[in-house]
């Protein structure tokens, strides 16, 4: 074998959607058009953004649960405010940002764990989600939708609003000069304090990094939805999670894969059509979404096994 | 003098103790609120509800005392599965009790021995491992209890409802378990090795402590503990339902750090899980009596949870 440990695990996340996409073509052949394609990845969009909020806070060493009610908030203003006065609307979206700005300031200079917070916080989101959108309903703005049904000639648009998304991100960390620091951050803290830069801020950069996936989430649902639910994305905290891991993702010392992320949100958005296409009952669907978070983590052991043994 | 300064110091030095104050200064709102109505019986049911939110912090304390890292996202899924369960099998029936009890236990014993493993096996941490596990276990308990609506046995309904003079029967059970415990933590062998591995694992290793070993008996230990709660939980309430265990993330998590337990690990204790359990159950029955909107009330249970966290830190880093 020629192909070194370390590129196999970078092409992990993209064996394992491939491998999910093609039993899905091989099993119903159909699904190999603009429209089958279009209907796979059809939630793909919000679930890739929710990840890669997770996967900004993931960066830094902390951990969000409370990001799926965040979502559930973004999508109650974007089916009510936004609709009825879009100035309100917007401006209640950025206080929101601004919240998850001050939630990583908080974190950082009282030293929280993320864990405890976001989670407390999660029943404040879902709390204020209640108070703006007491039951189902509302209507999302037109524009919206027509963005989120937007036909891209040959190609879907979710696709491309994927790829797009991903190299953007993937730039944006991975390859310009602040996004080292704050990778930085979780890779060794002191050090990058050390060197001068601030731990604060770039804590507070990846919180409101973190914000601003949240709410393209939330925008991005209820464009698809047409209309908003307080309860619509609390599925959305672990799924991130899994998302990010699948994606190539480490918990801990800022390793994370922007492209990869996308890549898992998009496995994980597969894996209930999978079910469907295999005639399995939908109560599996959780758990085959935890199978192939555990088969793929196996992989990723092995590898790292036949990398240290090298 | 000397005395009470003596009593002073040795009570409000300890973290546990913000947890009972919190708890006594929210049931007295409530009561000034009602003019006193009502002042027993909130305590009763503080008492029953806080027991199931005892039993799981237990574990989870005994887990994030493992160190930084170290936590049990499967707690509810573990709940949740050990009830239907444990319904299914006894089906209502009173002398098939302690097959259910087994049941419920067995299935916590697999949890416990699966997330252990996939930590192990996978190398991967705590977090994610239970995390995976909780989709598998949550799923397992959804295609098993579906359509799920069976009571409980008489006798287990009764045994975690009774009460003596007010106070739960249930609740007498687990404190005597909570004093169990907090002998286990601070007095022998396992507990102190697992104190001494939240401080320090690489000295823990080095003085000779089985690490691995201490660390797979108390994965399996918060396990078991989730499942007996799924168990006694389904009796009080009527039957096991699919999203029982929901609420005991936060619950499970948030009773540990209230209740004074060093988030960091290596340093723990008992007493704070009870305080801290009440504090959560009468600041709900305090919002409840205030006759505020859900919306209202999930929103200042999480301002409310988040300031308590907040001080409480702050707290610890000035002594």
């Not at chain 1, 929101?96 to 908080?106: F, K, N, P, S």
């Not at chain 2, 009468?282 to 999480?302: E, I, K, P, Y």
């Amino acid at each position: 074998m020629s192909i070194s440990p370390r590129l196999f695990r970078s092409f992990l996340p993209a064996f394992s959607l491939s491998f999910i996409l093609i039993a899905i073509f091989y099993l119903q052949p159909r699904t190999v058009s603009y429209f089958g394609v279009n209907l796979l990845f059809n939630l793909a969009l919000p679930i890739a953004f929710a990840t890669l909020a997770q996967m900004c806070i993931i960066t830094v060493n902390d951990l969000d649960l409370g990001i799926g009610a965040f979502v559930g908030v973004v999508a109650s203003i974007g089916a009510t405010l936004l609709n009825d006065t879009p100035l309100l609307g917007v401006l209640a979206l950025l206080a929101c940002i601004l919240a998850y700005a001050a939630l990583g300031a908080l974190i950082h200079l009282r030293q929280l764990p993320s864990i405890v917070v976001t989670l407390g916080m999660s029943f404040f989101w879902l709390g204020l989600a209640l108070m703006i959108l007491p039951r189902p309903g509302g209507s999302s703005p037109v524009w919206l939708r027509e963005i989120m049904t937007f036909k891209t000639p040959w190609v879907p648009f979710t696709i491309i609003a994927l790829f797009v998304v991903a190299i953007t991100v993937h730039w944006l960390l991975k390859s310009s000069a602040y996004g080292v620091i704050l990778r930085g951050v979780g890779g060794n803290p002191t050090s990058v304090e050390r060197a001068g830069w601030s731990l604060l801020k770039s804590k507070v950069v990846m919180y409101t990094l973190a914000g601003c996936f949240g709410v393209l989430s939330g925008l991005a649902l209820i464009g698809l939805t047409t209309s908003g639910d307080a309860n619509i994305a609390l599925r959305y905290t672990l799924l991130s999670i899994a998302g990010v891991i699948l994606g190539g993702g480490e918990f801990t010392g800022g390793r994370i894969s922007p492209i990869g992320a996308v890549l898992g949100a998009m496995t994980l958005t597969l894996t209930g059509s999978f079910l469907a296409f295999l005639k399995i009952s939908p109560d599996w669907q959780i758990g085959a979404q935890g199978g192939i978070l555990i088969i793929v983590l196996a992989l990723r052991a092995l590898i790292n096994r036949a990398e240290s043994s090298k | 003098m000397i005395t009470i300064n003596k009593v002073y110091r040795q009570l409000f030095t300890k973290a546990w103790i913000w947890a009972y104050v919190g708890a006594v200064a929210v049931w007295l709102a409530t009561i000034i609120f009602t003019q006193g109505q009502g002042a027993g019986q909130m305590l009763s049911a503080a008492l029953s509800f806080a027991t199931f939110s005892v039993i799981v912090g237990i574990g989870q304390m005994f887990v994030i005392t493992l160190g930084p890292g170290n936590i049990d996202l499967s707690i509810p899924a573990n709940i949740t599965l050990a009830g239907v369960v444990a319904m299914k099998l006894m089906d209502s029936q009173n002398d098939l009790l302690m097959l259910g009890l087994l049941a419920s236990l067995s299935s916590g014993f697999v949890v416990g021995v699966f997330n252990y493993g996939l930590i192990r096996v996978l190398k991967i941490p705590p977090i994610i491992a239970t995390m995976s596990s909780s989709f598998l276990i949550l799923s397992c308990a959804i295609s098993y209890g579906r359509g799920l609506k069976i009571k409980p046995p008489e006798i287990l309904a009764d045994f975690t409802t009774i009460q003596f003079f007010g106070i739960p029967l249930l609740a007498l059970g687990i404190i005597v378990l909570t004093i169990i415990m907090a002998i286990i933590l601070h007095r022998t062998v396992f507990g102190l090795s697992i104190c001494a591995i939240g401080q320090n694992p690489r000295a823990a290793k080095l003085a000779g402590i089985p690490v691995e070993l201490i660390r797979f008996c108390t994965y399996l230990l918060c396990a078991l503990l989730a499942s007996l709660c799924g168990f006694l939980l389904a009796g009080f309430s009527g039957g096991a339902s699919l999203n029982m265990g929901q609420e005991y993330l936060l619950a499970s998590i948030a009773v540990v750090v209230i209740g004074g337990s060093s988030v960091a690990g290596g340093f723990s204790n008992l007493p704070g899980i009870w305080g801290a359990a009440l504090f959560m159950f009468l600041l709900v029955t305090m919002l409840n009596t205030f006759g505020l909107s859900a919306g209202v009330r999930l929103m200042l249970t999480g301002i409310i949870i988040v300031a308590v966290i907040t001080l409480s830190a702050n707290n610890k880093m000035s002594t």
